[in-house]
């Protein structure tokens, strides 16, 4: 830690003081590029827009918050299915993932790279031919293309995500806490349930919440494998953008980025108190 | 059944890979190869499509989108350059300089995802559009010439690019770097190493798996792309992703879609492969 507290300013050079603060100038102005379309997308949910067009600002309203939920019945349908998708994709591929992630970490057994080799390629193949080839599927077997096919495309994107982020986890992890458990008479099944999987729940808990992020915010692959009836949040956006976003969209983009925002930072506070109450959980 | 496992041990592992690996082999390998088998066959949608195994459809697709082609690689090397130019000193910066602010500078690098991608990129149309509120003040107050845009240039869709694909580049940047045992550098310092090279020879090769990662995560959607340039560009800009976009979902040219997706995955592997060889032979998994 000593490495990071900054050393009295005052005695230092000038020139040493202004290289110093290059980094962080640099940095800052990188978030606030970063940030700059949500504040945008914020601030113009409260634009009083006259026309079709929200690009100018045209003077403050709360209407849009007031009706953003009645508004456009087809946007809330929208949201509905996105939030569908997600729930089910990301259940789904955790589970898949997870037990991948086991079987690489644990057990010896024969054909450990072709299968690597089928985890890496869907993460190195570009979302557009990810969706093109699944639809090329669909259409040479005449499935209907809608909700089902959308949700089979996300668990197959979000598995080797997964895969990925939950191996990380179980390679730092100590086997001999699973050898003790054994050791004092649990029986594999216990181990399992009561040393291994509190043990990676943080990775397998890290790994669902990205695959939702992912699933909830994809664009290509659900065009590609959505249809012409379903629609996801995303796609009626890409829809009405054609014609001009209406603030409610922003409104919408508005609430879901702050729950995001309230949920992730609740669970950093979570797991930061999980690490300090760890030797109390384990008694239970 | 648990009985039963106890005493073959070795089925155990299979059964875990079984689901999602047939998931993956069904739903990944298999539409590859009917992508493979559809770009060989001709026809149309009234009459039919038969296989004829036409290899001709490779260099046919490759002569037609040639420009869309380049374009495309030309603008996922300018992004990936620029947003390793951006993200280095940003993941640096948070690696050995962020203290306590650690987790808030990492939160705000994750902080567009959330928001959508597509939200994302119409915000960047408000911003950059001819009379938006920047262009717009900069105009009135004759800053800039009447005449001057953003939108529908090159300069929009590459910002675009970058900036949707920059917290993929920060953060395994990030993670290679917050390894780096800080007493390493201080030992080349001591060993009379300027802060330059010190970073050249100790800090750059230790972040160099990071450097990979964060250039493919990168490269590869930004080659790939086809909405920045639709909302942020004009014809002039059109991508590759463009073009299979509208020959599988408007066209329905099936076979040359089909064709242009294979030559574009081919051309992101053997980049890979290449890339992989220079950084003197980063592992093939992430």
Known sequence: ?284 | MLGWLRHHKGVVPYLFLLPGGLWLIVFFVLPLLTTASVALQEGSLASGYRLTFNFGIFPEAIGRWDTQLLRSLQYGLIVTVLAMLIGYPMAYTIAFRGGRYKNILLLLVILPFFTSFIIRTISWKFILADQGFILGTLKEIGILDQGFRLLATPIAVISGITYNFLPFVVLPLYVALERIDPRLIEAATDLYASRFQAFLRVTLPLSISGVFAASLLSFIPAVGDYLNAELLGSRNETMIGNVIQRLFLVNRDYPEAAALSLILMAGILVSIFFYSRLLRGQELTI
Do not use: C
């Open chain 1, 1 to 284: 830690m000593a490495r990071t507290t900054p050393a009295p300013e005052r005695g230092r050079p000038f020139g040493e003081r202004f290289r110093r603060s290059l980094l962080p100038v640099f940095t800052a102005l990188v978030v606030a590029y970063l940030s700059l379309p949500i504040l945008v997308m914020i601030l113009f949910g409260f634009n009083d827009i006259q026309g079709r067009f929200n690009f100018a600002w045209q003077g403050f309203t709360l209407e849009h918050w007031g009706n953003v939920f009645s508004r456009f019945p087809a946007l809330n349908q929208a949201l509905i299915n996105s939030l569908t998708v997600a729930v089910v994709a990301t259940t789904v591929a955790t589970i898949l993932g997870t037990l991948i992630g086991l079987a690489l970490t644990r057990y010896e057994f024969r054909g450990r790279g072709p299968l690597n080799l089928l985890i890496f390629l869907p993460i190195a193949t570009p979302e557009i031919v990810l969706g093109a080839s699944l639809l090329a599927l669909f259409v040479s077997v005449a499935a209907p293309l809608g909700m089902a096919t959308i949700i089979i495309a996300h668990i197959m994107f979000n598995i080797s995500f997964v895969v990925v982020t939950v191996r990380a986890r179980i390679a730092g992890f100590d086997r001999h806490l699973e050898e003790a458990a054994m050791d004092l008479g649990a029986d594999e099944w216990t181990t399992f349930r009561k040393v291994t999987l509190p043990l990676i729940f943080p990775g397998i808990m890290a790994a669902a919440l990205l695959a939702f992020a992912l699933s909830i915010d994809d664009f290509v692959i659900t065009q590609f494998t959505a249809g012409a009836q379903t629609l996801t949040f995303p796609l009626w956006v890409y829809g009405a953008s054609r014609i001009g976003v209406p603030p409610q969209v922003n409104v919408m983009g508005t609430i879901i980025f702050l729950v995001a925002l309230v949920g992730i930072v609740l669970w950093l506070y979570l797991q930061r108190r999980d690490v300090t109450a760890r030797p109390t959980s384990l008694n239970e």
